[in-house]
């Protein structure tokens, strides 16, 4: 029984010591340094569109639905109608938060929501008093990233002409091959993560192109560039070319950026065909030695926890089999 459970707990722990993966990147100045975590750089979203994460949210909907109708706790209709949300049923989630404002005033969720909502539902100016109003309520919330969204809402009310870096977020990173900034760290780290907070979100429910994500998520990589890695960086260009974003300093970062990878194992070491490229190719053309770094590490983990899953059932197996014996 001992052996077994030692047995148990050195698998674990392997696994565990294999789940934490580390990767060689390259910095601006380019020194090649080691990163723990992989696929953490880029903002993904949140995609309901695949079956799998469908599925989670029609059983949460469900799940938040007997809950709500037992205990009539305000929190469960207010998750309910997040949800509905991320269903994409956005009139059916306006209506719900419409009925937690009439009976519980003043809340930030129900302010949030309900602005996120007039957006997805193309009614900006009412979602820029709703998210304003968020602010006024809590303005720490959502990693005190929601001045973006305030900023994103006026640039589209206002039209291309607020669509530039320095409308948005306040600043902008030159022109030159390397970006420049007078920012301080500190602040280069507060404006990354509200950027990264606010593009996980959006495009969760935004899908390419998109003249704002993609001129925001070119940011996020300059500011990426100065503050973690030039590897990450190009991920995100990459992101940012997905969305529609491509400008001469973008390719004159990304050229530099791409020398830089010389001598480094990753997705880069014999990229021919760039990212503005790819869009003039034959997709039969193409063929693509590119695998998400998110997405490896959701393959590892998987593999990892069914193998482990198959040793606790032997072990069981064999428990009962000796106590049978």
């Not at 602040?187 to 001129?215: C, H, M, N, T, W």
């Not at 034959?282 to 926890?305: A, D, F, H």
Request: charged share 25%; glycine share 6%; aromatic share 12%.
């Amino acid at each position: 029984m001992i052996r077994s459970l030692a047995l148990l707990f050195l698998f674990t722990y392997s696994i565990s010591s294999f789940a934490c993966i580390n990767e060689m990147r390259v910095l601006l100045s380019g020194k090649q340094v080691e990163v723990s975590g992989l696929g953490d750089e880029v903002p993904i979203g949140r995609d309901s569109s695949e079956i799998e994460g469908k599925t989670y949210y029609i059983k949460q909907l469900a799940y938040l639905d007997s809950v709500w109708k037992k205990d009539k706790k305000i929190d469960d209709y207010s998750d309910y109608g997040v949800y509905l949300i991320y269903l994409g049923r956005y009139n059916e989630a306006k209506e719900v938060y419409q009925r937690i404002e009439s009976t519980h005033p003043g809340r930030y969720s129900t302010a949030a929501n309900i602005g996120t909502l007039y957006e997805l539902l193309g009614q900006n100016d009412s979602a820029l008093y709703w998210i304003k109003k968020a602010i006024q309520i809590d303005p720490s919330s959502h990693m005190e990233s929601e001045w973006l969204h305030a900023k994103i809402l006026e640039a589209k009310i206002n039209g291309d002409r607020s669509v530039n870096s320095q409308f948005l977020i306040g600043t902008t990173f030159g022109s030159d091959v390397k970006p420049q900034t007078t920012l301080s760290e500190n602040d280069l780290k507060k404006l990354r993560q509200a950027i990264y907070y606010q593009l996980y979100e959006r495009i969760s429910f935004i899908k390419p192109e998109d003249k704002i994500v993609g001129l925001l998520l070119f940011e996020l990589g300059n500011i990426t560039a100065l503050t973690h890695d030039v590897t990450s960086a190009l991920r995100i260009y990459d992101k940012a070319v997905e969305y529609g974003f491509v400008n001469d300093v973008l390719k004159k970062r990304y050229e530099h950026f791409l020398s830089l990878q010389k001598g480094l194992k990753n997705e880069y070491q014999n990229q021919i065909i760039r990212p503005w490229e790819k869009k003039q190719q034959p997709v039969t053309l193409v063929k693509s030695t590119k695998v998400s770094n998110g997405s490896t590490y959701k393959t590892i983990m998987w593999i990892s926890g069914s193998l482990l899953a198959l040793v606790i059932v032997v072990l069981i197996w064999r428990l009962k089999r000796a106590n049978y014996q």
